[in-house]
């Protein structure tokens, strides 16, 4: 059973669309993260978010964290061919973090 | 400055060959990581050291093994590699609940 559910797992979209990405789960977090991977590399922290209900910006990238803190959304508003990657969201369990399946966004020129 | 540091990048093993990956934190982070990562799927956490409190996944297989000779380092060690066990290895740092810094991988090949 996945703690974090993570959705879509795919998404092709062309440049100026937006899109939403959402991690999901019947357990309330402390905290959740979010990292972006791109090809060859490894994750790098986007945000954390702690507080339910918090929305925190990063650009055009806008994050939310669910009131009862069991869920986060990750939007970005007119996507552009440099957020192309793998987006992470990820909780920390006794310690450890605890990544979802994963977004793998292609943005088309 | 890198400041989680992996080395090599790129691995090419024999199957049953053992094989050792390394990494290196300038950041002095009391835990260190490793996840394995297959291709378009998300890193799954092998274990990681609290200090030198080494802690196991439960679906981990005995095949991998860690050492952590001090805050510095970690190695990655892959007593018998198969063709299974080709992906992306990933090490990382963080202060206990805070954010993960990870190094670039390395991409172990088993031929």
């Not at chain 1, 925190?56 to 069991?70: I, N, V, W």
Request: glycine share 8%; aromatic share 10%.
């Amino acid at each position: 059973t996945q703690l974090l559910e993570q959705s879509p797992q795919f998404l092709s979209i062309q440049e100026g669309e937006n899109l939403t990405v959402y991690c999901n789960s019947s357990s309330v977090f402390s905290s959740l993260q979010w990292y972006r991977q791109e090809p060859g590399e490894g994750p790098v922290l986007l945000v954390t978010v702690v507080t339910g209900g918090e929305v925190k910006k990063l650009k055009r990238l806008t994050f939310q964290f669910g009131d009862a803190r069991k869920d986060s959304s990750l939007h970005i508003t007119a996507a552009q061919p440099g957020d192309t990657g793998l987006y992470l969201c990820g909780i920390g369990n006794t310690g450890k973090l605890i990544f979802g399946q994963g977004t793998t966004l292609q943005v088309k020129p | 400055d890198a400041m989680v540091i992996q080395n090599p990048r790129y691995q090419v093993t024999q199957f049953g060959k053992p094989v050792t990956l390394s990494c290196s934190q300038t950041l002095n982070h009391n835990v260190m990581y490793w996840y394995q990562q297959k291709s378009s799927q998300a890193p799954k956490l092998l274990f990681h050291y609290y200090d030198k409190d080494f802690n196991n996944e439960a679906d981990t297989p005995d095949n991998f093994q860690s050492r952590r000779p001090n805050t510095s380092f970690c190695f990655l060690d892959i007593r018998s590699p198969g063709l299974g066990d080709a992906a992306m290895y990933l090490c990382a740092t963080s202060r206990v609940g805070r954010e993960l810094f990870f190094g670039s991988g390395t991409q172990l090949s088993v031929l």
